[in-house]
């Protein structure tokens, strides 16, 4: 990690972002709100995990009443076209990034990003030694039974990263996440 000014306008300010889903303009507004004091440039590097199919498949059809199962015939997993869902997850996966990394953009930052396959906070760890980042964010949907266990990403984040860490809930503003509106906090 170089020990530059980030005040004297040389160089850049990496910061690594793990988002769930695509970042809305308010999402990206607060990101970007961040860092306007950063007189380096400051260049986002968007990390998108690609959704599972065999996870998606399995979450819906767990959706399914028991009950409806127990009574109806055997479902037959071959009548699911695997390859199809797979395609699909990465074209929404794709879709999710160009919509955050244009979000970012409308706010006049530097952002650029990819779709990953690997485990979320191993391609985070990854992707922060690879762009010497300075400090990482994750916007994630509210998680709360993986927070209290401390096995949601943030907190693997913190174990295994020497940068800060900050984990923003996606499509909320920053007063809702803080307890002054009606978001998770707030509850």
Do not use: N
């Amino acid at each position: 990690m170089t020990e530059d000014s980030i005040h004297d306008g040389h160089g850049t300010y990496d910061v690594v972002l793990l988002v769930e889903q695509a970042m809305s303009a308010t999402d990206a507004a607060q990101v970007h709100s961040l860092h306007e004091e950063i007189s380096d440039q400051v260049v986002y590097h968007v990390l998108l995990p690609l959704e599972d199919a065999a996870a998606r498949i399995e979450s819906s059809l767990g959706t399914l009443g028991a009950g409806d199962l127990m009574a109806s015939p055997g479902l037959a997993l071959g009548d699911i076209d695997i390859e199809s869902v797979r395609r699909e997850c990465q074209e929404r996966s794709e879709s999710d990034l160009e919509a955050t990394l244009g979000a970012l953009r409308q706010t006049g930052a530097q952002a650029q990003g990819s779709v990953t396959t690997a485990p979320p906070v191993d391609a985070l760890v990854e992707k922060v030694s690879e762009v010497d980042a300075r400090e990482t964010i994750i916007l994630t949907r509210p998680h709360v039974v993986a927070e209290f266990f401390h096995v949601d990403w943030t907190s693997r984040a913190r174990r295994k990263l020497g940068v800060p860490v900050l984990h923003l809930i996606e499509h909320e503003t920053f007063d809702e996440q803080s307890g002054g509106g009606e978001g998770v906090s707030g509850l």
